[in-house]
């Protein structure tokens, strides 16, 4: 797992991201600047392999061959030591599973005072149910999908759509602050300028009362 730090470290803002091999952070905190004010520290966490790292249990894959782990409770527990200051408001963030991850998380702590979710694998089995059965901790969800990510030939992915309007549903319902945008293109479309307009709109909400939750 590596870690690295970008912004300010003083900042009272941390945002939180899990990341592949490929390291966009520093196009997405010029990008976060151009939407917010606001002053933030920004850590990556290189995970290891993607679907094991971020998955909250085993499933069958959905596309290739490689299949889900379960390592979402390891990554979660080697993640929470960088959230230890009282002082500071954390927001944890991610894209496709990176954003699954983040959801999931924040049903299993109240670390995290806000959640950034961009277009968020969220046709991953058995996650709907599981936002039913438990309450999701965090005070501002920003949930994001591509207007092409739904219509794909794949059967479980194209379940994406509905999924991600019945997790928006729900929470609405449960008195969180909490949108759905809709962005143009398909999963694969301006990956950084989506987490960086998530992250922005988190920040803009979770702030203004500061602290945790």
């Known amino acids: 797992m590596e870690i690295r730090k970008y912004g300010t470290e003083s900042a009272s803002i941390v945002l939180l991201e899990p990341i592949g091999d490929f ?14 004010s606001k002053d933030f520290q920004l850590i990556t966490v290189t995970v290891d392999d993607w679907n094991r790292d971020l998955s909250p ?6 596309f290739g061959k490689e299949d889900f782990g379960d390592g979402a409770s390891a990554l979660l527990r080697k993640m929470l030591p ?16 990176a954003g ?4 999931w998380a924040a049903c299993r702590t109240d670390v995290f005072r806000g959640v950034a979710a961009a277009s968020p694998s969220v046709w991953f089995p058995g996650f ?5 059965e438990h309450e999701l901790k965090s005070k501002a969800v920003y ?10 030939k ?7 759509g509905e999924r991600i309007r019945e997790i928006y549903g729900l929470l609405k319902e449960r008195g969180v602050s909490c949108t759905l945008e809709w962005n143009p293109g ?5 990956a950084d300028v989506r987490i960086a307009k998530a992250f922005a709109w988190v920040m803009e909400r979770v702030n203004k009362n500061g602290g945790r939750n």
């Open 57 to 62: 249990w085993n499933a069958p894959a959905v």
């Open 186 to 190: 398909n999963h694969f479309q301006e």
């Open 23 to 36: 390291d966009p952070a520093r196009t997405e905190y010029e990008l976060i600047k151009r939407y917010t």
């Open 100 to 103: 699954l991850f983040a959801l």
């Open 154 to 160: 794949n059967k479980t992915m194209s379940t994406v």
């Open 143 to 152: 949930l994001s999908l591509g207007d092409r990510e739904e219509k794909t």
């Open 128 to 132: 709907t149910q599981y936002v039913r």
């Open 82 to 97: 960088l959230c230890e200051d009282p002082g500071k408001t954390y927001i944890l963030g991610g894209y496709s599973l």
